[in-house]
């Protein structure tokens, strides 16, 4: 894997420009969904089961997250807050990017080995998180 930088190519995707857009329009669909009183959101699994799915606590998290509660937002859901944390710090290089139109950064030539380990990581957190959440369970 190697982290390099460079200018956008002519027709290329601008991947900075579609991910904080889709970012920052989640946020306003969010709001506007809250501001209208619209249902909270439900889970099956925790309505079948009586116990927290791997996501639990997930919009509890970022609302306490966007309130500037990030012990609590840490609280409710670890793998969300640390996911809330680095989408902003996404945004806020995004945004610079876009501003300045500096060179991006970009991930490449990913080796079979470390796309494998990509995947374990991922699943190894998704785990921990579903533990954490059934360690802390409280009526969610």
């Given at each position: ?5 460079r200018r956008l190519a002519p027709g ?129």
């Amino acid at each position: 894997m190697q982290l390099g930088s460079r200018r956008l190519a002519p027709g290329e995707i601008d991947r900075e420009l579609i991910w904080l857009s889709v970012s920052l329009g989640s946020v306003v669909v969010a709001a506007i969904w809250f501001a209208l009183g619209l249902p909270w959101p439900r889970c099956l699994f925790h309505d079948l089961t009586g116990r927290p799915c791997i996501t639990c606590g997930m919009t509890r998290s970022a609302i306490q997250f966007f309130h500037g509660h990030f012990l609590a937002a840490l609280q409710w859901n670890p793998l969300v807050f640390a996911a809330l944390s680095g989408l902003s710090i996404f945004n806020l290089y995004g945004s610079v990017v876009l501003v300045t139109r500096v060179p991006r950064l970009r991930l490449t030539n990913f080796t079979h080995t470390e796309k494998s380990i990509a995947r374990y990581l991922t699943v190894a957190l998704l785990a921990l998180n579903w533990i954490y959440l059934l360690a802390h369970w409280r009526n969610f």
